[in-house]
Nanobody, 126 residues
């Protein structure tokens, strides 16, 4: 039974940093790609960043790559999203999601590719 649990969200002022964590458990061989997504009410869920284990690279949407960093603790199987200089438009519920395929996702921003998903953690910037 694969489980992802996010934490680290909160209510903060603009300019502050937060680090979100995603603990992945129950995955027999680890995931090859863990993505971070966010969603606000009335809007579609959007990709924020992902970590491609096969390539050992972090992936970002262009609008966030200067402020957000994703990384992993491969011993503890914890995935992180460091968010700096937060802005009110970053307010959203943030989710992590993990794939089970042995291959990279063709499009890492496609939430449907990720089989296992967390419940999310709320980030409010105001």
């Amino acid at each position: 039974h694969v489980q992802l649990v996010e934490s680290g969200g909160g209510s903060v002022q603009p300019g502050v940093s937060l680090r979100l964590s995603c603990v992945l458990s129950g995955h027999s061989r680890g995931s090859n790609c863990v993505g971070w997504f966010r969603q606000t009410p009335g809007k579609e869920r959007e990709g924020v960043a992902a970590f491609d284990v096969l390539g050992g690279t972090a992936l970002y949407v262009d609008s966030m790559k200067d402020r957000f960093t994703t990384s992993r603790d491969d011993i503890e199987d914890i995935w992180y999203l460091q968010m700096n200089d937060l802005k009110p438009e970053d307010t959203a519920r943030y989710y992590c999601a993990a794939g089970r395929s042995i291959y990279r996702p063709p499009n890492w921003t496609d939430y449907g590719w990720y089989v296992d998903r967390g419940q999310g953690t709320q980030v409010t910037v105001s």
